[in-house]
């Protein structure tokens, strides 16, 4: 997933990028700034810094 794929499924729930929508949506509650905030911060979990592309998420990982 791309910076921009992590912040709309945070923002707007996992329907709006093709992943399971029981991952809810925090627009509501979340500034646009905060939710950057935690992209970055999932993006410390991460042991490599090239998994950041779309091409990792094969079409059974989209359910
Ligand atoms: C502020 C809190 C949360 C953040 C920052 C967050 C962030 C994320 C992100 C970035 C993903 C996509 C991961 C990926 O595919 O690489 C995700 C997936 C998911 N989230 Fe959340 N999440 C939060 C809270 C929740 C809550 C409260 C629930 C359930 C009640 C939830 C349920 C899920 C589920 C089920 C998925 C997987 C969807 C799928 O792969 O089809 N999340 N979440």
Redesign the pocket.
Known sequence: ?SDAT?FL??KSG?GA?G??S???A?GDR?TNDEIAG??SY?RGFCALSNRQSDSG?DAS?R?
Do not use: E, W
């Open positions: 997933m992590l499924a945070i996992g990028v992943i399971r029981s991952m809810p925090f979340l935690l992209v999932i998420m990982m359910r």
